[in-house]
């Protein structure tokens, strides 16, 4: 189980894009770590639908799965009570901020984000694509965060955010707090399950290389029986020789909470068929109780709550944009 520790209540902030099928990696990866983290913090979590316009959306997909996260946020735990949960375009305020950010935002940085590098090849190069970690600076200095959760794949952007405070303050007085990345070490990254060379993706092609939270039982079970093992047929964590096994191990760990060093002793001698078995039958216990949670909550429902949120969300970033306007030297009424 990944803990962290914070010694003072921190402002954490973090959020997910709402495209392709949010699976058992972004769970691991992220929202079991903003379960755990708005216990002790301030805890913002937003839904990325400005940035998932980076590339090409189906309008109507777009609605439907910007809700779909929301409501998956809660389903996994997250709490509205405990923290703030809105809409990223709910808030004009990150577009605003975004410009002004833009404008100080030196063209090369933008050009080596290795994201950009690897999106441009299919998507043609659209500025948004190109400005893509300004708005997500903007996103993360409204609301003051101390700390950020994300995958090791966003440092670059974690650390653009904070050039771009420290420059920001340097020239016009302090105004933003320089934000550190939170990266969960126990959230290694999730693998496919066709392919353990590759991460598990929400956009990839064949559907055997995610399981999604919203998967079925039969499918979880079909896709767990299916998916790559290594040559030989021992159990254990070694990612050079066996990455496969390493991989299923690790999300075994991470639904069961149990170390892997205990489940290499408990499958020790075992075939690979029955350790699938359990793993299986372990996501299909799990996710069920996510599903459950998530078909029970109304739309009626998720409205009020994203509508909750957007006006906590608002108070905050329009009181950092005002600041940031003022020192800008914009005249404001």
């Known amino acids: 189980m990944s803990h962290v520790t914070c010694h003072m209540s921190q402002t954490v902030f973090s959020g997910v894009q709402p495209s392709g099928n949010l699976h058992i990696g972004n769970y691991l990866g ?23 316009i980076t590339v090409p959306q189906d309008p109507k997909e777009l609605r439907a799965k910007t809700l779909e996260v929301a409501k998956l946020y809660l389903a996994c735990g997250v709490d509205p009570q405990k923290s703030v949960v809105f809409i990223q375009s709910h808030i004009p305020a990150h577009a605003e901020l975004a410009w002004i950010l833009n404008t100080m935002t030196p063209l090369g940085e933008l050009e080596r984000m290795t994201q950009f590098k690897d999106k441009k090849e299919a998507h043609g190069v659209l500025a948004g694509l190109l400005n893509y970690p ?32 420290e420059k920001f303050n340097n020239r016009f007085g302090k105004t933003f707090k320089i934000p550190k990345a939170l990266i969960n070490k126990d959230a290694a990254r999730i693998m496919g399950l066709d392919n353990a060379d590759k991460k598990m993706s929400k956009s990839a092609i064949s559907e055997y290389n995610y399981i999604s ?46 170390t892997i060093s205990d489940l290499e002793k ?29 078909n029970s909550l109304s739309d009626e429902e998720m409205a009020g709550i994203l509508k909750e949120g957007a006006k ?7 009181k950092t944009l005002r600041k940031a306007k ?8």
């Open 266 to 294: 408990e499958y020790a001698g075992k075939r690979y068929s029955e350790f699938k078995d359990d793993l299986a039958e372990l996501l299909v216990d799990k996710l069920g109780k996510i599903q459950e949670k998530y």
């Open 326 to 333: 003022k020192k800008l030297g914009f005249y404001l009424k």
């Open 213 to 258: 939270i919203l998967e079925k039982p039969e499918d979880i079970r079909r896709k767990i029986k299916s998916a790559v093992t290594d040559s030989g047929s021992e159990i254990k964590y070694d990612l050079e020789n066996k990455a496969a096994v390493s991989n299923l191990l690790t999300i075994f760990s991470g639904f069961s909470g149990k």
């Open 134 to 165: 300004t708005l997500m600076a903007a996103d993360i200095l409204l609301y003051q965060s101390d700390s950020v959760p994300v995958g090791e794949d966003q440092l670059q952007h974690i650390e653009l955010t904070r050039t771009l405070a």
């Open 312 to 318: 906590k969300a608002k108070k905050i970033a329009n």
């Open 30 to 52: 992220y929202i079991k770590h903003f379960v755990e983290l708005q216990h002790d913090n301030e805890a913002i979590f937003f839904v990325a639908d400005e940035h998932a």
